[in-house]
């Protein structure tokens, strides 16, 4: 029963480069949410996605940042023309059904995150 | 506004003592979740304990427990008789029922020295 996975772990990208980070949610799980951790910050919601369908991006940055949760395979979050700014650890989560119902409270779980550096 | 503060930046304990991390939150709503996590040196974000806002009895899971008290909007997290694999950031987050964004701490960095 794999839990929720993310690559790659690190990623080392220059100025300008795109990024691509994806993450596989768990078995069963339909709705995906990634996070953003600043150095020595905590984590900031960025996007939720359900399967083709973006629910609610109001974290994302307006430019160069796009997520994509396809009908198959895994969901991608790509930064493009990454600046120095962009450097993070990039973390993803998952629930079988979104975590807004006021009767069951489904858990997000948390990938191990990819860290991305821009140099 | 919904907000979550963790006042103490780093702690630093000899093993064995007992230490806790302190979580002040803010929202409006009656109905929410609050949540510790540990992010150990490696990265990974690893849940500890998720609390409803209505049920506001303490828990205790071997020597971690934690104490939520709704009059003073606190879910603060001890740690008895601290080990060095307890170093780690420690973050406590807060859920509202009508929201799925988990709103983080900026996070408690503990070290526990041998």
């Known amino acids: 029963n794999a839990g929720v996975m993310q690559n790659p772990r690190h990623l080392v990208r220059r100025r300008g480069q795109e990024a691509r980070l994806r993450c596989s949610p768990m078995?069963?799980?339909?709705?995906v949410y990634w996070y953003r951790q600043l150095p020595e910050e905590g984590l900031k919601f960025m996007v939720y996605?359900?399967?083709?369908?973006?629910?609610?991006e109001s974290g994302m940055p307006k430019e160069r940042f796009s997520a994509e949760f396809p009908k198959e395979g895994p969901s991608i979050l790509r930064i493009q023309q990454v600046v120095r700014g962009d450097s993070a650890a990039y973390f993803c989560?998952?629930?079988?059904?979104?975590?807004?119902?006021?009767?069951?409270?489904?858990?997000?779980?948390f990938g191990p995150g990819t860290r991305l550096t821009v140099t | 506004a919904q907000k979550v503060t963790q006042a103490q930046t780093e702690i630093s304990v000899v093993e064995k003592e007992d230490v806790t991390l302190d979580c002040v939150y803010e929202t409006r709503d009656t109905t929410y979740y609050l949540f510790w996590y540990k992010q150990p040196p490696s990265g990974e974000l690893v849940f500890l304990i998720r609390?409803?806002?209505?049920?506001?009895q303490n828990e205790i899971s071997g020597r971690y427990s934690w104490n939520f008290q709704k009059s003073t909007s606190s879910f603060n997290f001890t740690i008895t008789a601290s080990q060095v694999v307890d170093s780690a950031v420690y973050f406590c987050?807060?859920?509202?029922?009508?929201?799925?964004?988990?709103?983080f701490g900026s996070g408690t960095r503990l070290l526990v020295r041998p």
């Open positions: 989560a998952s629930s079988p059904r979104g975590t807004g119902n006021s009767y069951i409270t489904y858990e997000q779980y």
């Open positions: 609390r409803n806002s209505f049920d506001e």
């Open positions: 078995k069963g799980h339909s709705h």
């Open positions: 996605l359900q399967k083709e369908n973006i629910i609610d």
């Open positions: 987050a807060l859920r509202m029922d009508s929201s799925y964004k988990l709103i």
